[in-house]
């Protein structure tokens, strides 16, 4: 019956990736706040010019990683899924709707490998909070850490220092066991 299917003609109207993400949308409110382009400057010294493939521009590298973070993905491997379905993720990062977003393999290579042992998470969320701090974002009067208020004023750089350690250091290594769990499922070596 296949010929007695009709072929519907529709209007073939042009939209941007821009006009499908609300104008409310909390990635928005980030992308006014918070200029990334200081992570170019941070990331520099650990990537070649002149060597191997083209890599992924590294503001966008740590703000896949930042989505991760913000909406609680805690396997690269999903975030890649999340990041590829997702229109407001994908204006974020720049992409179209056709862009091919980054494997999870590159993700955790960069991760583990390229910035394994470096400050350069640490500096990234340090100018990120600080960011959000000179917009009115974020206010240094009390810290929500999981669900639990927490004068600043105790000790406020020393306290806002361990905690943001040790949540992006969680949160990383939640990502390592999500790639160990991943590897063991799949046969493949640790």
């Given at each position: 019956m296949?010929?007695?299917v009709q072929n519907h003609r529709h209007d073939q109207t042009t939209v941007s990736i821009?006009?499908?993400?609300?104008?409310?949308?909390?990635?928005?409110?980030i992308d006014v706040l918070i200029d990334f382009s200081f992570i170019e400057r941070i990331t520099?010294?650990?990537?070649?010019?002149?060597?191997?493939?083209?890599?992924?521009?590294?503001?966008?590298?740590?703000?896949?990683?930042?989505?991760?973070?913000?909406?609680?993905?805690?396997?690269?491997r999903q975030l890649e899924k999340e990041i590829q379905a997702n229109i407001a993720?994908?204006?974020?990062?720049?992409?179209?709707?056709?862009?091919?977003?980054?494997?999870?393999?590159t993700i955790s290579f960069n991760r583990k490998g390229r910035f394994e042992d470096t400050s350069v998470f640490e500096e990234?969320?340090?100018?990120?909070?600080?960011?959000?701090?000179?917009?009115?974002?974020?206010?240094?009067?009390?810290?929500?850490s999981d669900s639990t208020h927490v004068k600043a004023s105790a000790n406020k750089?020393?306290?806002?220092?361990?905690?943001?350690?040790?949540?992006?250091?969680?949160?990383?290594?939640e990502l390592e066991q999500a790639v160990q769990q991943d590897r063991a499922a799949h046969g493949k070596k640790h």
């Open positions: 296949l010929g007695s821009d006009e499908l993400v609300p104008r409310d949308h909390f990635l928005r409110t520099t010294p650990y990537y070649c010019v002149d060597n191997g493939r083209p890599s992924i521009a590294p503001v966008t590298l740590f703000k896949m990683l930042f989505l991760g973070y913000l909406y609680g993905i805690r396997s690269e993720y994908r204006w974020f990062l720049g992409y179209s709707l056709v862009d091919r977003v980054p494997d999870h393999s990234i969320f340090d100018e990120t909070v600080r960011q959000a701090q000179a917009e009115g974002f974020v206010s240094g009067r009390v810290l929500l750089n020393k306290f806002l220092r361990v905690a943001k350690t040790k949540k992006a250091v969680r949160y990383l290594g």
